[in-house]
């Protein structure tokens, strides 16, 4: 039997797919599994703002689409890419293990404390939540738009004369580059985005076939996790417009659910959070609308 994976072309987007596959065919020895690179719209635009292209699904319409086509039987992506409201026909599956889900500083010269990056440090980002975040903890600090994939991004801290970038950890080590780590932001000063760090596998829906083959590698307390995050994100409609944040964590069968919503200007950042008995992905879900719903109320107050 052989099993066709699709997946964007990014030096990341390739890394993570194969890592996936190498874990499916550990499980799946007699399936074969063939990685096939699809071209997204959002890998032809690169050099326009984040922020001023919008639509979260830039990424992964193309990939969807070939699926449903049955070019292709599962799909990989960045969790955090993708749209909160799930595609029709497709479904996601339990993800696999997450990463570490902080926001990094890759700079010059690492450091212990934000308190030691130099009065005035440049620091390259295209993501408000991450400014605003920043801004809030080192007003001094002057925020530089950058867009592009990892390796980009990493160069401009020379081309551009930046003292610094900010990336997700999860990217940097999966590509190899964590030595270049120069800080892990504390979530509690910079909340990540809703499932950061967590891959989606994604198939056609009710693909037993297809689904059988990945139970093996499924992980419950992630996908817990990300559902909580994920439904704050749909609660809230989130677009890349606004900064938005949500971190789950579930501990002992408690989830602890933090969540964070501004307005486009970073004039106002409501950062709320919610713990509560949780040993279902209905019961997380719940949390991430009711979390939605208050953090609204108070950003609108
Ligand atoms: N938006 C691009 C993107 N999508 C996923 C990751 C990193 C890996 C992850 O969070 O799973 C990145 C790069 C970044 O934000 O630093």
Redo the contacts with the bound molecule.
Sequence with gaps: MKVVVGTRGSK?ALTQSKWVVSQLEACNPEVEFEIKIIKTKGDLIQNVP?DKIGDKGLFVKEIEQQLLDREIDLAIH????MPSEVCKGLQFTYTPVR?DVR?VLILKQPINDLSELPHGARIGTG?KRRKYQLLEARPDLQIEPIRGN?DT?ISKIETENLDGI???A???R?IGREDEIGYYLPVDVVL??P?????AIEIRENDERIYNLIRPIEDMKSQIQIEAERAFLAGVEGSCHLPIGAYANLEAGRLHLTALLGDEEGTKLVKQALTSECGSIEVARQMGYKLADSVMEELNR
């Design positions: 990341l984040l960045s969790m955090k890419d990463e926001d993501s990892i991004r900010v990336l997700a999860a990217g940097v999966r990540p985005a499932a950061q760090g967590a891959l």
